[in-house]
């Protein structure tokens, strides 16, 4: 039964090469004109110094704040002790308070030639007994206790001071007594804050000023230690300016530092790949020149041929030989072609996508039975009944399977038949891409070589050129898949025992399997 025919409908090539012309000069457009260079000493410079730079005046901040609670406590000790002095001399005088300060307390309270000070004493309700009234009141939360010195900062007249306040029991006078019934008189020593701030000054200058010295020193030496630590990279980068053009030798990563050593070893390894794809062409080329004689040669001894043949059959049969030779060569070519271009192929220009198996092999084999007709060989095609979806390349994995066809119909004898095969394995994780054939069969010891370019088996009489299955492998090791040759299990005779190729892919997903046989006659 002939398989049905399909249309497919193509895009306007023209259409399509504009718009990627056109996108292409608009990406070209927003390029930028010239790539700014990165330094690598100038990147860790800045992330060194923008932040030291920074620090600085934090630094200045936090240390005058800490200068300034230094300043604090013995200046804090000294006012303290005067307003105890100070309470100390409220009496009780005729049932009313009163300050009793002789004069030598007046001169211990007055004994400062920078800051000011002033006292208040007030009585119980409020009323001044002795002092300066513009000393403000402390708020609720700050009053203290009896015989307690409580310090807070305010201001009078503008002016910051710092004020130490106590209150002094009228009932019992006593230092001892701290709990009394009742609060008595409130005592009050004002200061300004001039010796205070003074001396947070020099302690912030005798900081400051050493690390105004020491800050262009370690600007220096952070500076001539970025250019020693990266010394090792321009050595490096010396030693291989030095390199030959065409050497593609490994760097010695012994001589780097452990942190350059992975990006030596990257670029050893795509010195390897290089050198291998060199190789590869080198050997493709010296391949392909040695192939390509022998069909040119027998075109030419053809052409001459004829050319000093009189008789029309000798020169219609001369015509004839330089036909197939030239189909030949053609093959040749289109096979070196179709190589070149399988092992050429990257992931980025050509990403594996999700491909329904059944439906690319369905239609490879279509195409292949007409020529099953001439040569009288059944073409078959079992699929399964459900998706078989792997990740390919459309136009590999028609490639692939086109020369495992034409492989199996060359060696395949007339009557005998050929079939193509798309099935999941017993776990349901793999997709099988079976092309099974009735011919000679592969011998063991031949497996494993037949998969090399231009290597045709000893005794083998069908046409080729040996380079179909070498096509295939790398196909097959594009898609990450795995082929295997077996015999053909559904042959039974010791002469023809057939051959079995089993492509391997990794199963996105899996269904039943159903058969479908198409068959061709003559």
């Known amino acids: 039964m002939r398989l049905p025919a399909r249309r497919f409908r193509s895009t306007n090539p023209d259409n399509s090469s504009a718009a990627s012309a056109s996108t292409n000069a608009q990406a070209f457009a927003t390029q930028p004109e010239e790539q700014i260079q990165r330094s690598l000493f100038g990147e860790i410079l800045d992330w060194m110094l923008v932040p030291l730079l920074l620090l600085w005046p934090i ?11 230094i300043a604090n406590q013995p200046f ?24 009793q300060l ?42 203290p206790g009896v015989w307690t010195v409580q310090m807070r900062y305010d201001a009078i007249h503008n002016t910051d001071v710092r004020i130490a306040s106590m209150y002094v029991d009228l009932h019992e006078t006593s230092v001892e007594s701290t709990t009394p019934t009742t609060r008595g008189a ?26 105004l010295i020491i800050l262009p020193m370690a600007l220096a030496l952070v500076w001539f230690a970025l250019s020693r630590g990266l010394l090792p990279l321009v050595e490096l980068q010396q030693r291989i300016r030095k390199r030959h053009p065409g050497d593609l030798s490994p760097i010695d990563s012994g001589q780097v530092p452990e942190e350059i050593a992975p990006l030596v070893n990257s670029l050893n390894d795509m010195l390897e790949q290089l050198s291998s794809s060199l190789e590869m062409q080198k050997r493709f080329i010296a391949d392909a020149a040695h192939q390509m004689k022998t069909p040119l040669a027998g075109m030419r001894m053809q052409s001459e041929l004829a050319l000093r043949q009189t008789s029309q059959d000798e ?26 271009k399988t092992e050429n192929q990257t992931p980025g220009s050509n990403p594996l996508v999700p491909l329904n198996l059944n439906d690319v092999a369905k239609e490879v084999v279509q195409n292949w039975v007409q020529a099953s007709f001439s040569l ?32 199996a119909l060359r060696y395949t004898p007339t009557k005998g038949s050929v079939t193509v095969r798309v099935r999941g394995d017993d776990e349901g994780r793999l997709a099988l ?9 592969i011998p063991a010891a031949e497996r494993g070589h037949v998969f090399e370019r231009f290597y045709r088996i000893l005794g083998s009489s069908a046409p080729g050129s040996g380079l179909g299955l070498a096509i295939v ?50």
């Open 59 to 69: 630094s200045i901040g936090i240390t005058y704040l800490v200068a300034k609670s």
């Open 76 to 99: 804090d000790r000294a006012l303290d002790d005067r307003v105890t002095i100070l309470a100390q001399q409220v009496k009780l005088q005729d049932g009313k308070p009163s300050l």
């Open 102 to 143: 002789p004069n030598a307390a007046r001169d211990f309270l007055r004994a400062d030639d920078v800051d000011t000070v002033a006292y208040q004493v007030l009585g119980q309700q409020g009323e001044l007994i002795a002092g300066e009234r513009d000393i403000p009141m402390p708020a609720e939360e700050e009053r």
């Open 186 to 211: 409130l005592v009050q020593l004002a200061e300004t804050l001039d010796k205070r701030t003074q001396l947070a000054n020099q302690i912030v200058k005798g900081v400051i000023l050493p690390e």
């Open 315 to 340: 020169i219609h049969r001369s015509l004839m030989q330089l036909a197939k030779s030239s189909e030949s060569a053609t093959r040749l070519v289109n096979q070196l072609l179709a190589l070149a």
């Open 376 to 407: 009288q060989i059944d073409l078959g095609f079992e699929q399964g009944e459900q998706v078989l979806t792997v990740l390919g390349n459309d136009t590999m994995l028609r490639e692939m399977l086109n020369n495992l066809i034409d492989n």
């Open 433 to 441: 891409l079976e092309v099974e054939d009735t011919g000679p069969g």
């Open 473 to 522: 492998r790398e196909i097959v090791e594009r898609h990450h898949a795995e082929i295997d040759i077996f015999h053909n299990p559904r042959c039974h005779e010791a002469k023809y025992p057939g051959s079995l190729f089993r492509v391997t892919f990794p199963l996105v997903h899996l269904g039943d399997l159903k058969i479908t046989h198409f068959e061709s006659h003559v």
